[in-house]
């Protein structure tokens, strides 16, 4: 259901109300499952409790667990899921692909490639690792959209190339991996899986300028992108820049699943689905920028907290659960656009 809506100083906007609801839930949501996994673990602390100690009113033991120790993993998650959702988002709009992610476009595979090199070839140091990954998922978006270029980048020649530069990221993963002494291998192989195990204020405060200078960049670009689904020419006709907004916002798409892979590695198939997700609970044609957001910031939130208490004492990196669970929602989607002639 639209809406419009005029301010006092003559601005007028169409708000759509099941849209407004469902982020609303979705925040609800992504903050309740943060409160939930802040008070997981062997120094179990209640809800009531964990609130209250982000409020300023906990005692030094409940400050230190809180707040040095789990609020920097759960903040990290939620960015990281924010920042794969609006990436996933912004790359299958452009494309007007459903498969058009990083994950299948092969952006992560770029960055973990680039941060195999640093731990395998460099025994840097985890900084190192952060910087070698994000400059990884820049060369590989740089590739992808020069590969695919042809008067312009077309939706379906940007995932063919990506999914050809993801095999050969793949290819050079592995073989980095073969070149590896146990130690670096073992350590690789844990920051290939995806996880939040360790994350402290080092990779919070870098992630939450990254999505503060994006996230309002791609929101002004909302309305070309929006254009942009309906084709190039109709976009063009109607006064959109087509080149230069599908580049700022590839850019901006590239930089989010970069910087969400340096802090976290690759988590798998959020990018995926949480732009779909959203789409089917808002109902709503576009984009769903903001929707598909909070719907990434809740699933990675959620899915951590399932890994730390689902599977009894042994606890799982949360990129092997939203592996799983992602895995499992592309055979259904392939199904999908399968049965409906789309593929």
């Avoid at 100083?9 to 949501?29: E, K, N, P």
């Avoid at 990290?76 to 920042?83: D, M, N, Q, S």
């Amino acid at each position: 259901m639209n809406r419009a809506v005029r301010t006092p100083g003559g601005l007028s906007l169409r708000l759509d109300l099941r849209a407004l609801i469902v982020v609303v839930l979705l925040l609800a949501a992504a903050a309740a499952a943060g409160v939930a996994l802040i008070g997981t673990g062997d120094a179990k602390i209640p809800a009531a409790d964990v609130l209250r100690t982000l409020a300023g009113h906990g005692n030094a033991y409940q400050d230190f667990i809180v707040k040095e120790l789990r609020l920097p993993r759960v903040l990290v998650g939620l960015l990281v899921g924010a920042a794969l959702g609006l990436g996933g988002a912004l790359f299958q709009s452009v494309s007007r692909n459903p498969l058009g992610s990083p994950d299948v476009l092969g952006l992560s595979q770029g960055s973990t490639a680039g941060a195999l090199v640093v731990i395998v070839l460099l025994s840097g140091s985890t900084t190192a690792v952060t910087v070698g990954a994000l400059a990884g998922g820049l060369v590989t978006g740089l590739a992808i959209y020069l590969l695919a270029w042809k008067q312009g980048v077309h939706g379906y020649r940007l995932v063919l190339v990506g999914i050809g530069v993801s095999a050969i990221a793949t290819a050079v993963n592995g073989y980095l991996l073969t070149k590896a002494d146990l130690v670096d291998a073992a350590r690789a192989v844990v920051w290939m899986t995806g996880s939040l195990d360790g994350r402290d204020w080092d990779q919070v405060w870098p992630l939450l300028a990254v999505c503060a200078v994006l996230v309002p960049l791609v929101l002004v670009n909302a309305r070309g992108l929006r254009m942009l689904e309906m084709g190039d020419d109709v976009a063009g006709a109607l006064g959109v820049r087509v080149q230069r907004v599908r580049l700022v916002l590839m850019v901006c798409a590239v930089l989010l699943t970069a910087a969400a892979t340096a802090a976290a590695g690759p988590v798998g198939f959020v990018a995926l689905t949480a732009p779909q997700l959203a789409r089917r609970l808002t109902r709503s044609p576009g984009p769903n920028l903001v929707p598909s957001l909070c719907m990434g910031a809740a699933l990675l939130v959620a899915a951590d907290w399932a890994a730390q208490r689902a599977f009894g004492a042994d606890q799982l990196p949360v990129g092997v659960v939203t592996g799983v669970l992602g895995g499992g929602y592309l055979l259904w989607l392939l199904v999908t656009e399968r049965r409906a002639g789309r593929i």
